[in-house]
């Protein structure tokens, strides 16, 4: 079935550090591909997505790039504040069937003052 | 508004004991969702309802029921609380022909002693 990796449990940062967090993919077809994020006591908020192979996604200062030839859908942020300190889900959606999300198991952004 | 808000906050259950989660939308979403989230595991799908018709994932058939009385509710039963259903709860919206943009509400911490 389809499956969304995410490398980093956590990653602490300092401010206006350069941030990735690499996202792994494995899927039938074309999925969609997804970044969610989700601040404390909230629930995970939709930030960009991207549909085909080269198309970068981009929301908030933060962009990814939909590699088809890597599967992978990293994030990133040149400067990062204390204020993107959040959890960060890469997802994907079906071909198949519209409205299902896998979504992988979350990266814990902390950004240090 | 695009606040999904979700009942109780917090829940303890027994062993054993029903378990009765309440989810409501002012968007007009047709589409209802729910997921479990434990720790250092990704949000899982559990099912959802596109207008009246319940979808359920085929390994949580039997463990989770849902009803959906009018277009603004959504709930999640449990029949008879095991340890493994503590876990945060998250319900989700979305139209129909959005069905990856979902919003989520801040979710249930169920607790199951």
């Known amino acids: 079935g389809d499956s969304v990796t995410q490398t980093e449990g956590q990653v602490a940062l300092s401010e206006e550090d350069f941030l990735t967090i690499h996202c792994n993919y494995s899927a039938s077809g074309y999925p969609a591909l997804f970044w969610y994020v989700q601040y404390p006591g909230e629930g995970p908020q939709f930030l960009f997505r991207a549909s085909r192979d080269k198309e970068k996604g981009s929301s908030r200062g933060f962009e990814a790039t939909y590699d088809k030839g890597t599967t992978s859908f990293h994030l990133r942020k040149a400067s990062v504040q204390e204020s993107d300190s959040a959890v960060y889900y890469c997802a994907l959606g079906a071909t198949q069937v519209v409205g299902q999300l896998t979504f992988g198991r979350g990266t814990r952004l902390q950004v240090y003052a | 508004d695009t606040t999904v808000k979700q009942n109780p906050r917090y829940k303890l259950a027994r062993v054993g004991k029903p378990v009765n989660l309440i989810c409501s939308q002012t968007m007009n979403h047709d589409t209802m969702y729910w997921y479990q989230k434990k720790p250092n595991q990704a949000p899982k799908l559990l099912l959802f309802y596109y207008d009246k018709i319940l979808n359920r994932e085929a390994d949580t058939f039997e463990k989770f029921q849902s009803s959906r009385p009018n277009n603004s509710f959504c709930s999640l039963y449990i029949g008879s609380a095991g340890l493994e259903y503590s876990a945060m709860y998250l319900c989700?919206?979305?139209?129909?022909?959005?069905?990856?943009?979902?919003?989520f509400g801040p979710g249930t911490r169920l607790t199951v002693l």
């Open positions: 989700a919206s979305s139209p129909w022909d959005r069905g990856r943009e979902q919003y």
